[in-house]
């Protein structure tokens, strides 16, 4: 049970059970007709999905250096799934910092009273004008 949840999770994700997604996983599988679960990532890295995938939602440039921002809903249907991620999260969020020089920030979205989508963590914004600053600053 906990493999397969995993599993779903994943797919959800990454959005594998898309029609745009299914057909091209389904091709690749038959490319590489792995024999091993080993054989299969070394294909799909290669050829479908970066190793180096830093789980953000978008980058936003500064100089020769990178911010990552990752957008989260809020509400209580998230949280379990907010909470099952932050550990992975926080791992591949160190990675992009080394890699890249800026930080990573999380936005967490709510909607208002009229439904609009809002910013509902407002000091984030704060924190990324400094983190630009800062990679401005760097040189």
């Known amino acids: 049970m906990p493999k397969e949840w995993i599993l779903n999770q994943a797919t959800m994700r990454w959005g594998l059970n898309k029609k745009t997604q299914v057909g091209p996983v389904a091709e690749l599988i038959r490319k590489c007709s792995p024999k091993t679960?080993?054989?299969?990532?070394?294909?799909?890295?290669?050829?479908?999905?970066?190793?180096?995938?830093?789980?953000?939602?978008?980058?936003?440039?500064?100089?020769?250096?990178?911010?990552?921002?990752?957008?989260?809903?809020?509400?209580y249907a998230y949280i379990t799934q907010i909470i099952s991620e932050l550990k992975f999260q926080e791992a591949t969020h160190k990675k992009f910092t080394e890699k890249y020089g800026g930080k990573v920030f999380y936005i967490i979205s709510v909607k208002d009273k009229a439904g609009k989508k809002i910013i509902y963590n407002r000091g984030v914004i704060e924190e990324i004008k400094n983190e630009i600053e800062m990679l401005r600053n760097l040189t």
């Open 37 to 75: 679960v080993e054989e299969w990532k070394e294909f799909y890295y290669k050829n479908a999905y970066p190793k180096e995938h830093l789980n953000v939602d978008f980058f936003i440039k500064i100089n020769d250096k990178y911010i990552g921002l990752q957008i989260k809903p809020a509400g």
